[in-house]
């Protein structure tokens, strides 16, 4: 069965900082992979995702990821955070044959001002 | 229309009521899923339907009964809750065979 990592559990920064969170699958044939934000009190948003191609993927608000295979690796980073980053960052993947989505337990992302 | 419509965004029932959760896609996704989160935790896959069809259920207690009435509609009935249910209830919907899913904004349920 699949299953989805993600290393940090909280991360705190300030305003400016680069970030990149940790995510690592197991699953050994091809899959899918997602990162999706969750706002306070909002729902899940899509901020990018990988099928096949070029492996650095680039998605909205400055965001981008990384999907290294030998690693069975997708990390997400940013160059410079802003205080409207404060968030919970999500980790999934699906193979191509299935169709459910898998998510890691998501990491706390707080930025101070 | 790019969007998954859930209604109503707010519900609090009672143990004994029977109550259910509507889920509305129009983008001719042919999967749809119902999925639980709680607070500070990740979604948790409940339902899969594919081409209207159950294809997935994890192994989810009896009181949530799912329905795919057509391919563009999916209902979620409850009945007999527990408050242990209150959670956040995402819909989404995608291709059949690959991603590209769609989020609705979720229906948040409590239990009393």
């Known amino acids: 069965a699949q299953s989805v990592s993600q290393h940090n559990h909280h991360v705190i920064l300030s305003e400016a900082a680069s970030l990149e969170l940790g995510c690592n699958y197991s699953y050994g044939g091809t899959v899918n992979l997602f990162w999706y934000v969750q706002y306070p009190g909002q729902h899940l948003q899509l901020l990018l995702k990988?099928?096949?191609?070029?492996?650095l993927v680039k998605g909205i608000k400055g965001f981008e990821a990384e999907f290294i295979k030998s690693k069975f690796s997708f990390n997400l980073r940013k160059p410079s955070v802003q205080w409207s980053d404060t968030a919970e960052y999500f980790c999934?993947?699906?193979?191509?044959?299935?169709?459910?989505?898998?998510f890691g337990k998501g990491t706390t992302l707080s930025v101070s001002s | 229309d790019t969007e998954v419509t859930q209604t109503p965004k707010h519900l609090v029932m009672g143990m004994t009521n029977k109550k259910s959760l509507k889920c509305e896609q129009h983008m001719g996704h042919r999967a749809m899923y119902w999925y639980k989160q709680k607070a500070k935790k990740p979604p948790e896959l409940m339902f899969v339907?594919?081409?209207?069809?159950?294809?997935i259920n994890e192994s989810v207690p009896s009181r949530f009964s799912p329905e795919c009435p057509n391919s563009s509609l999916l209902n979620l009935h409850l009945h007999a809750l527990q408050p242990e249910d209150s959670a956040l209830y995402l819909c989404a919907s995608s291709l059949a065979d690959r991603g590209g899913y769609t989020f609705g904004s979720g229906t948040r349920l409590t239990v009393v």
């Open positions: 339907y594919s081409y209207e069809k159950l294809s």
């Open positions: 999934a993947v699906n193979d191509q044959a299935g169709t459910a989505l898998i």
């Open positions: 990988y099928f096949s191609g070029d492996p």
